[in-house]
């Protein structure tokens, strides 16, 4: 089975930038609903942005909107998901995982329809 494999987490200072990467050796992925999730401590993990199999059509968290950005790179047989982080907020502290559906048409931010999943990253924004 692919492994989705996250990095670019890290500490930052609030207003800070980070950078996502989230790469899977199998082509096969550009076909899918690709997505990015967090989970914070003592919360549940919770959906972050999405991007359909075109590229095209994103959906953002309202609590994101504005500052992170989702694209896709596909090179060779791999393919990127990436997350533009900007304007950090000590609220955005968590473990960043990325997720894939390879049975959906149209976008979306339900957690239980993503069949692949990474380990995460952990983004630490300090105040």
């Known amino acids: 089975q692919a492994q989705l494999v996250e990095s670019g987490g890290g500490l930052v200072q609030t207003g800070g930038s980070l950078r996502l990467s989230c790469a899977v050796a199998?082509?096969?992925?550009?076909?899918?609903?690709m997505g990015w999730f967090r989970q914070a401590p003592g919360k549940e993990r919770e959906f972050v942005a999405a991007?359909?199999?075109?590229?095209?059509?994103?959906?953002?968290a309202d609590s994101v909107k504005e500052r992170f950005t989702i694209s896709r790179d596909v090179i060779g047989n791999m393919v990127y998901l990436r997350l533009q982080m900007n304007n950090l907020k000590p609220d955005d502290t968590a473990v960043y995982y990325c997720?894939?559906?390879?049975?959906?048409?149209?976008?979306?931010?339900?957690?239980?329809?993503?069949?692949?999943w990474g380990q995460g990253t952990q983004v630490t924004v300090s105040s």
């Open positions: 997720a894939a559906d390879s049975r959906a048409g149209a976008v979306h931010g339900v957690e239980t329809r993503y069949d692949y």
């Open positions: 199998d082509r096969d992925f550009s076909r899918y609903v």
């Open positions: 991007l359909s199999w075109s590229g095209i059509t994103n959906s953002y």
